[in-house]
């Protein structure tokens, strides 16, 4: 069955640093993977898109790369900042590209002054 | 420009009674998507309409939830006789429509959470 993974454990990192979040997935070929951020309380917000044939995407201090024979997808926040604490969803397209997104478990990070 | 508007944030139903979730998706967009989300998991897909149709309900459970997004008014998610197993946020997303070498963003509402007590 289609997996979706994403690091389970929160990730802690000082601010100026840069993370690296990881989404794996297995039994999948998605046209397209998006990445989503959600604050507590709050509903996911739309990041980042990244289609099959894309190898890397960026948005100010944004960066995914999506690598289809791993399938795995990095994202990247350089220059962090305590404000990006938050957890971070990653969404791949279902089968038949309806548009209905299979979602991970979400990596919260927080990140310290 | 009004996002996607969820109404009520938290509704609280006693088990054995119905709640009702509604959802008006951006302006312009006529494909919602309903998820649900338990305390400490992901989103999961429920439901996928488009105005007046179901297209993809592959994630509902088969008996007591049903969801409608008729020609006017807002998309409904109905629970019948809700039980505690039901607590959970309830999201709605709407898009522009996707298909073949298209795709579009998802944007979500604040969600609904529901407490069965």
């Known amino acids: 069955s289609q997996k979706i993974e994403q690091n389970s454990e929160a990730l802690n990192i000082q601010e100026g640093k840069t993370a690296t979040l990881t989404c794996n997935y297995t039994n999948y070929s998605p046209a397209y993977l998006q990445w989503y951020r959600q604050d507590p309380g709050r509903g996911p917000v739309f990041l980042l898109l990244i289609r099959e044939n894309e190898k890397e995407k960026r948005k100010e201090r944004l960066k995914v790369t999506f690598d289809t024979t791993l399938k795995q997808s990095l994202f990247h926040i350089t220059a962090s900042q305590p404000a990006d604490s938050a957890t971070y969803l990653c969404a791949l397209a279902g089968s038949g590209n309806t548009g209905k997104l299979i979602f991970g478990q979400g990596t919260t990070l927080q990140v310290k002054p | 420009n009004a996002g996607v508007m969820q109404n009520p944030r938290h509704l609280v139903r006693r088990r054995g009674q119905e709640a009702r979730l509604r959802c008006s998706p951006v302006?312009?967009?006529?494909?919602v998507y309903w998820y649900r989300q338990l305390p400490e998991e992901g989103l999961k897909f429920m439901v996928y309409l488009q105005k007046e149709n179901i297209i993809d309900e592959s994630g509902m459970p088969k008996e007591r939830f049903s969801a409608e997004f008729p020609k006017e008014g807002p998309s409904i998610l109905r629970i019948q006789q809700v039980v505690r197993g039901d607590s959970a946020a309830y999201f709605c997303a709407s898009s522009l429509p996707v298909g073949g070498a298209e795709s579009a963003e998802a944007f979500f509402g604040q969600g609904t959470r529901l407490t069965v007590v």
């Open positions: 302006k312009g967009h006529s494909h």
